[in-house]
């Protein structure tokens, strides 16, 4: 019985390590004057950064959608690629679209994060900015699985 709570521990802390390191799902927020983002996007390891392919979320309760590379908002334009080590982002950064507004944003990092908002003459310092790893579905169900039986195993020892 001691081998089988062994085993199904392990076999957790593999699954673990597993759905972390090969995660293409992430949860990004940042926050700003006036700004308020948060969402999720979708994107593929590149081998140095991962690129985003698609968001979805909110920019100040607004609707949002990833926008193309080199299309938001000032030189350099955005080549929306990230990294979970810091800085996150490079001086081309993610661009949002609002799509209630139409305005682009351009969360980016040159010394500091900022934000090039579509429209505006100058980018403003953000407060935050964070881009961290979402569990995939499957790893979850793994999870749940692992952790009943685990239980399971307990029970049906306890009531020897």
């Known amino acids: 019985m001691k081998r089988l709570v062994s085993f ?12 972390i390191a090969q995660a293409d799902t992430f949860d990004f927020s940042f926050t700003g004057v006036g700004i308020v983002a948060s969402g999720t996007l979708d ?3 590149q081998g140095t950064d ?10 100040n309760g607004d609707a949002v959608s990833l926008m ?17 080590t810091s800085p996150q982002m490079d001086i081309g950064g993610l661009a949002f679209l609002d799509t209630v507004t139409n305005i682009g944003y351009n969360p980016y990092y040159n010394g500091q994060y900022l934000d090039w ?12 900015f964070s881009i961290t ?18 239980g399971a195993a307990l029970r049906r020892r306890v009531h020897k």
């Open 8 to 19: 199904l521990a392990a076999a957790l802390l593999i699954g673990l390590m597993a759905g």
């Open 133 to 150: 790893q979402a569990p995939e579905p499957s790893f979850i169900s793994l999870l749940l699985a692992s952790g009943a039986m685990a």
């Open 50 to 59: 991962w690129l985003a392919s698609s968001a979805t979320g909110t920019i």
């Open 117 to 128: 908002k579509q429209g505006d003459a100058a980018a403003e310092q953000l407060d935050s």
């Open 43 to 45: 994107a593929t390891w």
């Open 68 to 84: 193309g590379v080199g299309t938001c908002c000032a030189s350099p334009y955005n080549d929306n690629t990230f990294s979970l």
